[in-house]
């Protein structure tokens, strides 16, 4: 039923719907047309489904409920494998281009690495993490309250560590790099990548209670940021940003009101600049 529907996630070749007893997932690459295939297949679970990642092949997806993430493998269609046992799981996000899964929990958040290839643990962060996504290898990550914007390699030349680096590094502090007024602090509640990963929007707000999504040209070959602009002109409060994967610089932006902006590169070169409601 529609109204058990809790999550949904999409990859290139699967779609799959968190519900509150369990997760539905249909193969979208052999069918043809725009209805979705009648059969479906059905995983359970023994409580609600609070978030989903699904890996780009295809083949495996991650849910999390409120005691545990689950790792299913849509090949085998066996049942879904607790692959941690995590307290309270927050976020849970894949990355589209390498075989890297992010799970936050509390104060601390777990890499995984290929699914069922082994899992770093990285503890002793100030609070939890407030949003993060990834740029290829990059994780990029931002603390509850916190101006900065930090990120993790997880490679090295062309190959891909075995083991990750143990520290984040600081990408951005928003105190530094956009105007505020005094008094004013920043916190960092949206982040998210374009496909080229040239572009980081960060979704902000201030303490006062405003909200502001800023725009910055990112280059993580050399760990740098640039180029940043703020977005005018949004009908309210800005409350969700995406960039839409295959649709070049198309960057969602939901606002309060329930209004939904697109803001589209009209440029060879440089930041986007074109925004439409």
């Given at each position: 039923k529609q109204w058990y529907q809790r999550r949904v996630r999409a990859s290139p070749k699967l779609l799959c719907v968190g519900c509150a007893t369990g997760i539905i997932c249909w193969d979208v690459v052999s069918q043809k047309g725009s209805n979705l295939p009648s059969r479906a297949t059905v995983y359970l679970t023994r409580s609600a489904v609070s978030m989903l990642t699904a890996a780009p092949g295809g083949r495996y997806c991650l849910a999390s409920t409120q005691s545990e993430v689950l790792l299913l493998d849509t090949i085998t269609g066996e049942e879904p494998i607790p692959i941690r046992s995590i307290a309270a799981?927050?976020?849970?996000?894949?990355?589209?281009?390498?075989?890297?899964?992010?799970?936050?929990?509390?104060?601390?958040?777990?890499?995984?690495?290929?699914?069922?290839?082994?899992?770093?643990?990285?503890?002793?962060l100030q609070s939890g993490v407030a949003c993060a996504a990834w740029s290829g290898a990059h994780l990029l990550l931002s603390l509850r309250s916190?101006?900065?914007?930090?990120?993790?390699?997880?490679?090295?030349?062309?190959?891909?560590?075995?083991?990750?680096?143990?520290?984040?590094?600081?990408?951005?502090?928003?105190?530094?790099t956009v105007t505020y007024s005094e008094g004013e602090s920043w916190s960092v509640e949206g982040l998210t990548v374009n496909d080229s990963g040239e572009r980081l929007a960060v979704l902000a707000s201030t303490d006062t209670g405003t909200a502001s999504v800023f725009i910055f040209g990112l280059s993580m070959s050399t760990t740098s940021v640039f180029e940043s602009d703020i977005i005018s002109g949004l009908?309210?409060?800005p409350t969700l940003i995406e960039y839409q994967h295959q649709q070049g610089g198309l960057l969602c932006i939901c606002c309060e009101s329930g209004d939904v902006s697109f803001l589209t590169d009209t440029a060879a070169h440089g930041l986007p600049n074109h925004l439409t409601t």
């Amino acid at each position: 039923k529609q109204w058990y529907q809790r999550r949904v996630r999409a990859s290139p070749k699967l779609l799959c719907v968190g519900c509150a007893t369990g997760i539905i997932c249909w193969d979208v690459v052999s069918q043809k047309g725009s209805n979705l295939p009648s059969r479906a297949t059905v995983y359970l679970t023994r409580s609600a489904v609070s978030m989903l990642t699904a890996a780009p092949g295809g083949r495996y997806c991650l849910a999390s409920t409120q005691s545990e993430v689950l790792l299913l493998d849509t090949i085998t269609g066996e049942e879904p494998i607790p692959i941690r046992s995590i307290a309270a799981p927050g976020i849970i996000l894949h990355s589209p281009l390498y075989p890297f899964s992010l799970v936050t929990e509390g104060k601390r958040f777990h890499v995984l690495r290929g699914m069922t290839e082994g899992c770093e643990t990285f503890s002793g962060l100030q609070s939890g993490v407030a949003c993060a996504a990834w740029s290829g290898a990059h994780l990029l990550l931002s603390l509850r309250s916190s101006p900065l914007v930090l990120y993790l390699s997880l490679y090295c030349a062309e190959e891909v560590q075995s083991k990750l680096s143990s520290q984040c590094q600081v990408l951005i502090n928003l105190h530094k790099t956009v105007t505020y007024s005094e008094g004013e602090s920043w916190s960092v509640e949206g982040l998210t990548v374009n496909d080229s990963g040239e572009r980081l929007a960060v979704l902000a707000s201030t303490d006062t209670g405003t909200a502001s999504v800023f725009i910055f040209g990112l280059s993580m070959s050399t760990t740098s940021v640039f180029e940043s602009d703020i977005i005018s002109g949004l009908p309210s409060r800005p409350t969700l940003i995406e960039y839409q994967h295959q649709q070049g610089g198309l960057l969602c932006i939901c606002c309060e009101s329930g209004d939904v902006s697109f803001l589209t590169d009209t440029a060879a070169h440089g930041l986007p600049n074109h925004l439409t409601t």
